[in-house]
């Protein structure tokens, strides 16, 4: 249940998906002089080394984050994300030369844009990860950190004083429940809080094919795509659902091929900045090919 860590895919293509999108929309809360709540289901430790520990086996974020940082232009939605990203690193990036500083998670990324009068709330099961993000977050009244499931945990905090509010919601879906758990907890909190801004992410695995569906990584595709549309009708007001895909669908294991994100009560001018941005992204992270796809519902 606790194997799974934020650490060994920081950085990556799917981190760059869904925090780009979260800073747009934390960016678009703070427009207005009221308080926001934000409640971050899955926050893992909250900041990361990329060149030592987890995040330094696999190094993922050569193939996410580190080409972002390559370009000197950038889409509005993607350049703001890049230009947090090396303030945290706190250098000038380069494989060749490693960063003095920590890459942000969701976490790292909500404080920084986070006013004083804006608060915010992160749960973490994993007990090492848990310990990082207390540390961290410990100095600044504006957090709660809670080691709770961060799902069961929603009806509590819903609906902010305030009404204004983003949910984001970043499950490792290693556990079959959680696709279930998912869109469970978000009708509950749906009822409780409509108004709500909620970010959920998802991913694309690959698929295998003849025999091999009926194990495990073919039973996660035909999951990802059906807790696609679930979630596109739990809300009948606005919504939308993103996906980029930085490489083919086939090949086989459990290799991550893409993610998506479905968003509720999304910010008017996301649709914009993501018809922007997108292309971009698929193009910038491909691996052999990329592709993307944004759905506008209301």
């Not at 193939?63 to 000038?92: F, I």
């Not at 990324?109 to 310990?131: K, Y």
């Not at 083919?248 to 922007?276: C, H, M, Q, W």
Request: hydrophobic share 40%.
């Amino acid at each position: 249940m606790l194997s799974y860590r934020h650490g060994f895919h920081a950085g990556n293509a799917a981190d760059v998906l869904k925090h780009a999108v979260l800073m747009y929309c934390l960016d678009y809360l703070g427009q207005k002089e009221a308080p926001f709540l934000v409640i971050d289901t899955h926050s893992g430790a909250g900041r990361y080394s990329l060149t030592e520990g987890y995040a330094a086996q696999n190094r993922e974020w050569e193939q996410g984050v580190g080409r972002l940082l390559d370009q000197a232009v950038l889409p509005p939605l993607l350049d703001r994300y890049a230009a947090l990203v090396r303030e945290s690193l706190g250098a000038k990036f380069s494989a060749e030369f490693p960063p003095a500083g920590r890459y942000p998670g969701s976490p790292a990324l909500i404080q920084r844009l986070l006013r004083s009068q804006d608060r915010a709330v992160c749960f973490e099961l994993h007990p090492a990860d848990f310990a990082v993000l207390e540390d961290t977050l410990k100095a600044d009244k504006r957090f709660r950190v809670l080691r709770e499931d961060g799902l069961g945990g929603l009806k509590a905090l819903l609906p902010p004083p305030s009404r204004r509010g983003c949910v984001f919601i970043d499950p490792s879906y290693e556990m079959k429940s959680d696709y279930e758990a998912v869109p469970e907890k978000l009708i509950e909190a749906l009822r409780r809080f409509p108004t709500g801004l909620y970010i959920t992410w998802y991913p694309l695995l690959a698929r295998r094919s003849g025999a091999e569906l009926n194990d495990d990584a073919g039973e996660g595709a035909t999951q990802q795509e059906a807790l696609r549309e679930t979630l596109l009708g739990l809300y009948s007001g606005n919504r939308c659902a993103v996906e980029l895909r930085t490489a083919a669908a086939g090949g086989g294991g459990k290799r991550l091929y893409g993610s998506g994100l479905v968003i509720y009560n999304p910010p008017f001018t996301l649709r914009k900045a993501l018809d922007e941005s997108l292309p971009a992204l698929a193009e910038l992270l491909r691996e052999g090919q990329g592709s993307w796809d944004l759905r506008w519902e209301e």
